[in-house]
Nanobody
Framework: QVQLVESGGGLVQAGGSLRLSCAASGIIFSINGMGWYRQAPGKQRELVATIPKSGNQIYADSVKDRFTVSRDNTKNTVYLQMNSLKPEDTAVYYC????????????????WGQGTQVTVSS
């Protein structure tokens, strides 16, 4: 019933910017943490940034001072603003969210989006 849909990926030049969005929809009682992971060709999926409903954001060292994660709780949406992009940022970016799908029994699940491609050319 719950879906996460990413958007905003594309091809950009090194040094450029891109903003990713991820909207959650379906039967949602509440959302705890939201965030972004990425997977480059031949590499394991790695954390990019996460943001709790309340508190400071967490970033991978490789993107600190360049990326900013934010969320709009009224829209069940998480964003990733990416600035000063580098070729090594090229990857499929995946949205993730911890969602309570049944408030009566406190059932929580972690959901993943299908991914959006980000390609940075030099």
């Amino acid at each position: 019933q719950v879906q996460l849909v990413e958007s905003g990926g594309g091809l950009v030049q090194a040094g450029g910017s891109l903003r990713l969005s991820c909207a959650a929809s379906g039967i949602i009682f509440s959302i705890n943490g939201m965030g972004w992971y990425r997977q480059a060709p031949g590499k394991q999926r790695e954390l990019v940034a996460t943001i709790p409903k309340s508190g400071n954001q967490i970033y991978a060292d490789s993107v600190k001072d360049r990326f900013t994660v934010s969320r709009d709780n009224t829209k069940n949406t998480v964003y990733l603003q990416m600035n000063s992009l580098k070729p090594e940022d090229t990857a499929v970016y995946y949205c993730t969210a911890e969602i309570e799908i049944n408030g009566a029994v406190r059932l929580w699940r972690t959901y993943w989006g299908q991914g959006t491609q980000v390609t940075v050319s030099s």
